[in-house]
């Protein structure tokens, strides 16, 4: 027997307003991420961040999407990094 899910007003009218907020690809806040130190005495969990990052050695730069997920990898390895906001 399968189950309805029921979706109320609100919700409907929450996920409208949330579609209409999301930026588009030129609007997206952008960030520039270092890797200012070694990985090399590192815990295997730190070098697959790093990793995860896109950056592979010392002084090494990328630029990534300003998201939620992006600076949960920062905070993991700190350390090891340096971020700034790139500007348009």
């Known amino acids: 027997m399968a189950v309805k899910e029921k979706i109320s007003k609100k919700t409907q009218e929450g996920a409208k307003k949330e579609n209409t907020k999301r930026r588009t690809k030129s609007e997206e806040k952008k960030l520039r991420i270092k890797l200012?130190?070694?990985?090399?005495?590192?815990?295997?969990?730190?070098?697959e961040v790093v990793k995860g990052l896109g950056l592979r050695k010392i002084n090494s730069v990328v630029i990534k999407n300003d998201s939620p997920e992006i600076w949960g990898m920062v905070r993991k390895i700190p350390h090891l990094l340096k971020v700034e906001a790139e500007e348009k």
């Open 36 to 47: 200012v130190r070694g990985v090399i005495g590192r815990s295997k969990y730190q070098r």
